[in-house]
């Protein structure tokens, strides 16, 4: 009766290491879910960053670039100036130089995917007096221009120039 005893005993022990051991087997396989699912969101990621640029030979523009490694899709666009929302470019130079009436292209990037390395432009004054002009107005307010973008998985991000921030697109 005994060693029934011990044999029930012995089972009961081998029964709950190998519970355990599977418990163990599978948490680890949760946290290496965990890290591909990282390494996945990681391998394409985007990074957009905005720069004005001005010289009096080839005019003023504004240029994004996704400086990632993944596409970013371009959820919207805010422009404002002097903390007062724009409803676009052309109304930007209206409030900033008094007319949308002069040589300049403008491209809406709202709604638009970035490939990794590639950039556009939202806006590109080549003419050297008009450049002048908004360069100069833009430089007597509050301009902010911020894209919100996101990856290929939906996260989420929002560019202000060169600051990158995690947040909700609206």
């Known amino acids: 009766m005994a060693s029934k005893k011990r044999r ?38 985007p990074y957009l960053e905005w720069l004005a640029k001005f010289n009096e030979e080839t005019g003023y ?4 670039k996704n400086n990632g490694i993944g596409p970013a899709i371009i959820k919207s666009v805010s422009i404002r100036i002097n ?8 109304s930007m130079f209206v409030q900033l130089i008094g007319t949308d009436y002069f040589p300049h292209v403008t491209s809406p ?7 990794p390395g590639e950039s556009m ?23 902010e221009y911020e894209i919100c973008y996101e990856s290929i998985y939906g996260d989420q991000w929002t560019c202000k120039g060169t600051e990158v921030v995690e947040s909700k697109c609206n």
């Open 83 to 90: 903390n007062k929302e724009l409803a676009n470019l052309d």
């Open 61 to 64: 523009k504004l240029e994004v």
């Open 109 to 115: 990037i709202q709604n638009r995917v970035l490939p």
């Open 8 to 45: 029930a005993d012995k089972g009961l022990i081998v029964g709950v290491i190998a519970i355990a051991i599977n418990i163990i087997t599978v948490s680890v396989y949760v946290y290496q879910a965990r890290i591909m699912q990282t390494q996945q969101h990681a391998s394409a990621w």
């Open 121 to 143: 432009l939202a806006f590109d004054v080549k003419d050297s007096e008009w450049s002048e002009k908004l360069y100069s107005a833009v430089g007597k307010v509050n301009f």
